[in-house]
Structure formats: structure tokens, C-alpha cells
């Protein structure tokens, strides 16, 4: 299975070819719009199945599935006021998992981000538990910012995706990288190559085999947007 998270920067439809060259099986994409925006219909059209959530028509988070996988979405524990889009849903299909989309929200700066997303986790705890599952999407957060959010930071949500969910960063793990010392951006701050951020995960089960992780080079992706595609390839033993 070959999963693609990326935050697209809205207008989806006019970069909707440019993500398909990374042949997803899913492709989690924050910013975009919902199936009920004109601009969306030859995006959600073109695809087997879709989910998507947010407040607004024109910027939300979308997940697609392609070719013989499907997405269901099932019931958000979040509540409306909680800083950030959480979406679990089932994929089906030859790799049946559970996926947590994330797409980050902060209204208080950098530690709403982390303390959103811990949120997020907790409330869908039990799902996350119930079977193999990924977490994956822009969280807004890296350990490269722990002393300037206090406990409840990046690496505490690291330790505990791996202690309770044994999950772990696709990325990191394959890559022999720690959080925080990431070798390879994945947003760029005003669109500038020489202000990297690593904000975009993907988590996945440690009894996974890893085959390839691959994010987009700056110099081919900061034309469509700010942030740049993270394609992690999977299967199960």
C-alpha cells in the first residue's frame, strides 16, 4: 500500500494531476475543499470513494482512495471547539486498516497545535487500539519545539503513539533520524527552500515493513504549495 499525506495549500483541483503522479493507494489532504465546492467535483470524481470534514467549503481535510480501496468514515469523537480536524475512518480493500486523518488547528500558537492533537489521540483511543491503524497528516508540530510548549509537547505524543499504539514515524524510522534533528524539511516557510520545518507524519504499526518513504523535493513542490508530499509504502507481515 503506498500512502500519500499533503497538505495541498487549497485549490486542489488545479494540482490534482500533479498528485496523482505519486500514484496513491490513499492520499490524506489537508486544505482542500469539500465534494459540495464546485472546484471539487474533478477531484472527488475521480476517485473510487472520499471523506472529508471542516468548517469551511474551501479548506478542510480530504482523504481519497484509489483503485481498489475504499474509505469509510466513522463517527468523530472530537467536539466542535477542539483546535484541530481529527477524521477516523476504515479503508478497505486488499490491506484493510484504520487511519486517523490529521490536519492540526491552533488558535494559541505552536502549543495548541501539539495539545490539539494529544486531545485528538486520546478521544480515539479505542480505535486505535481495536486494530492496525496509521495516524497521518500535517500536525503542525515537532520536537524542535518541545522547549517552547512545555510537557505536553511533540516527543511526549511520539512516546506515547509508540508505548500505547505501538506506533512510530515512517519517516524517522526509516530514515535513522531522530524527532527534531530531520535531516529533510516537509514545510517551508513562506515558500523559501532555506526555512525547512518537518510538520507532516505519518505513524504506522512497528510490525510493519517499511519499503520506501520518499518526501518531495522543494525545488519540484513549493510551486502548488508550502508543503511538500510525504509517499510512505507499507505492507504487513
Known sequence: MRIVTWNCNMALHRKWQRLLTLTPDIAVIPECASPRHASSRETHGAVGSSAW????????????AFGDYTVRRLPDLTEPTDPQFIMPLHVEGPMALGLLAVWAQSETGLRGYVE???????KHDAFLRKADCVVAGDLNSSAAFDNQVGEVNHSTLVRELERKHALVSAYHLHRGEGHGQETMGSFFMYRKAEAPFHLDYLFVPTHWTIKSVVLGEPNEWLQYSDHC?????VERV
Not at 470534514?53 to 481519497?64: C, Q
Not at 490539539?116 to 486520546?122: A, L, M, N, S, T
Open 53 to 64: 470534514t471542516g468548517k469551511i467549503e474551501t479548506k478542510g481535510l480530504g482523504v481519497f
Open 116 to 122: 490539539g492533537v494529544h486531545q485528538g489521540v486520546h
Open 229 to 233: 508530499p510525504l509517499v510512505v509504502e
